[in-house]
């Protein structure tokens, strides 16, 4: 499913270039739900942004249901990311002036799919991550724990084959990402192939089957 | 390509931003009003005043004693007639008529044995008109000469002083439409004969000749002959009169406006919306739909069919109200600083519009507009969206 090899991503920090990422090797089954854990800065949210083609590795193969996602041109690289690719990203990343079933709709829009059928995945979407009561409302009116339901709706209203969630716990209280966990075991359960980055300890609490990565500076440990 | 969802998406993004579209949409119809505006009265004032010169004569023959006017004795014609190349001699008879210090006429004299001017009234008249106009003492009147008649209560027919201080009553016999020609809104026309009384001509006399001479390369020859005919003949070509138009006019400070007015216009229009692009939600939003597998095409598009949308309300609502202010208001403020003080009551303005210009402009417009939103857009689109959503 997922194929990493060899991977480094550099930076130009200054005059020198700063090394992120450093021969990062992974192999991801399908169906696996995988942490990747590692400190602030260790290069989480580079990772899973090469994955999910919003960047390009500096050197090294990335095969994503065996595509070659690194060597796409932009086009087909966004028609793989609409299709292939649902994230949740650390700060969710709604659109404001949409109200949360719009929000969803977007990547359909990417997808071209009708506006009723759209309309229709989208609620189908809200209500898998149980918060179809607020499909009207403004992100802006969410509170943390329902903007992550809205991000998760997004993310899996495609039915991606590869859903990454970075730091999906870091702006949530104990409450709600114990509730996300569950969420998390749910989609697992169903057979989505899952990559969650983050530092938080509330993991451990995780029940079901798992693989665990950790990153330090770059490099898998 | 565009199915329906995308279309949907687009509308949304128009009604909630609306607040901004209207704003931005308003500006730009503004000053698209005002650029078409000038371009209307430029175009209408040129368009006439070349319609105007089409239909003068090639030459005037006056006679003038020091600087002033004097008649001419209508013999001339006959042996102006005798030069050889020369075409179409008219006599005419006209004057300006003072109502009282501030209001006048000009009165023209028809003579309907001449071709020129029975053809010219057959554009007015209508054919079973013709006969009683020429047969009854009465007149044709401008659009603004009716109104001065009427509001002094002469509705039906006026009083003429002649200059040996008789009265003269003369018949209205009809109106003229304002939008017939540039200067009908003064004009009073009448037959030859009564004119004749009105403005102080003896039988004989006449203010002047007209003629034409086809053939361009005999012009400057007879042009001589013209002015050796008489002691203190005066001879007046097609070509003074155009540079005298183009003075009164002033239509090339009209087109300087119109230059002025585009560059402040676009600078303005650049400005704003670089600044309200350069603001971070949407450029955040931009990056979003990129990662939600958006390509930079469906974001050109989007935010193309938003530019294209607010071009197209705006130019045609700038236009539009560009017309109605200009061809149907008269184009107050504006007018006078085309046209003289002295001018402005005189002339109305004829709808006329320039299409190629205003075809530039749109494409001027279009053009910049677009790009201004769709350069840093697209730019925005281009880098990697993780940038952009930290
Ligand atoms: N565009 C960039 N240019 C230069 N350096 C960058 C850029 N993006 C990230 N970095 C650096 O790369 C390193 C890894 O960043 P990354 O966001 O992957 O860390 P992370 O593990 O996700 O951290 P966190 O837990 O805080 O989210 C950091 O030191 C960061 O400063
Ligand atoms: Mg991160």
Redesign the interface.
């Known amino acids: 499913m997922v194929v990493v090899e060899n991977l480094n991503k550099t930076y130009a920090v200054g005059s020198k270039q700063e090394r992120i990422l450093d021969s990062i090797t992974l192999h991801i089954q399908k169906g696996e739900l995988v942490l990747l854990r590692g400190v602030s800065g260790s290069g989480k949210?580079t990772l899973l942004?090469i994955l999910?083609g919003?960047?390009?590795p500096s050197s090294g193969k990335v095969l994503i249901d065996s595509e070659p996602i690194s060597k796409l041109p932009?086009?087909h690289l966004?028609?793989?990311?609409?299709?292939k690719?649902g994230?949740v990203?650390q700060?969710f990343?709604l659109?404001?002036?949409?109200t949360l079933l719009?929000n969803v709709?977007?990547?359909?829009?990417?997808?071209?799919?009708?506006?009723k059928e759209?309309k229709e995945m989208a609620f189908a979407a809200l209500k898998r991550a149980r918060i179809e009561h607020k499909k009207d409302a403004h992100p802006n009116r969410l509170s943390g724990g329902e903007k992550q339901r809205g991000a998760i709706a997004?993310a899996i209203v495609?039915k991606p084959s590869l859903l990454l969630c970075d730091e999906p716990t870091a702006n949530l209280d104990s409450k709600n990402s114990q509730s996300f966990i569950e969420q998390l075991m749910q989609m697992h359960k169903e057979g989505q192939t899952i990559v969650v980055a983050t530092h938080d300890p509330i993991f451990k609490t995780l029940e079901c089957e798992h693989r665990i990565i950790d990153i330090k500076n770059g490099k898998i440990v | 390509m565009l199915n329906n969802s995308f279309f949907y998406l687009f509308t949304l993004s128009l009604f909630k931003n609306a607040k901004r579209y209207i704003a931005i949409t308003l500006l730009s119809a503004v000053v698209i009003f005002l650029l078409s505006s000038v371009l209307y009265i430029s175009g209408s004032i040129k368009y006439s005043f070349q319609k105007q010169l089409s239909l003068e004569p090639d030459f005037t023959v006056q006679k003038r004693v020091g600087t002033r006017l004097v008649p001419l004795n209508d013999s001339i014609a006959d042996k102006i007639v005798d030069i050889y190349g020369v075409s179409e001699v008219t006599k005419r008879v006209y004057g300006s008529y003072f109502f009282d210090k501030e209001h006048n006429a000009q009165i023209v004299g028809i003579d309907l044995l001449d071709e020129q001017a029975s053809k010219a009234l057959h554009n007015i008249l209508r054919k079973e008109e013709i006969k009683p106009f020429l047969s009854s003492e009465s007149m044709i009147v401008g659009e603004s000469v009716y109104n001065y008649l009427k509001s002094h209560f002469y509705p039906k027919a006026y009083n003429f002083f002649t200059p040996d201080g008789k009265l003269k009553k003369v018949k209205i016999f009809k109106v003229l439409d304002s939008r017939s020609a540039l200067f009908s809104a003064n004009l009073i026309i009448m037959p030859q004969e009564l004119a004749k009384e009105i403005v102080g001509l003896k039988e004989s006399q006449i203010t002047d000749i007209a003629l034409n001479v086809p053939n361009v390369d005999e012009r400057s020859n007879i042009r001589s002959k013209l002015e050796s005919l008489f002691f203190s003949a005066r001879v007046y070509g097609k070509k003074q009169m155009q540079e005298a138009y183009e003075n009164l006019y002033n239509y090339k400070g009209g087109l300087f406006l119109v230059l002025y007015l585009v560059v402040v216009a676009t600078l303005a229009l650049i400005l704003y919306l670089r600044y309200t692009l350069a603001n971070s939600l949407e450029k955040k939003e931009v990056a979003i739909f990129r990662a939600l597998g958006w390509s930079i095409k469906d974001v050109i598009t989007l935010k193309s069919l938003e530019s294209i949308s607010i071009v197209a309300l705006s130019f045609v609502l700038g236009t539009l109200l560009g017309y109605i202010y200009v061809f149907m208001l008269g184009a107050p403020l504006l007018k006078n600083i085309f046209l003289g003080r002295a001018y402005e009551a005189s002339i109305t303005l004829i709808p006329h519009i320039d299409w190629l210009t205003l075809t530039t402009i749109f494409i001027l417009y279009a053009t910049t507009f677009l790009s201004a939103v769709l350069i840093p857009v697209w730019r925005v689109a281009v880098t990697d969206p993780k940038e952009a959503l930290g």
């Open positions: 949210t942004s999910a919003l960047e390009k932009d086009i966004s028609h793989f990311r609409a299709k690719i994230m990203f700060h990343n659109i404001e002036n949409l719009d709709l977007v990547p359909l829009v990417a997808n071209r799919i009708g506006v759209a997004r495609a």
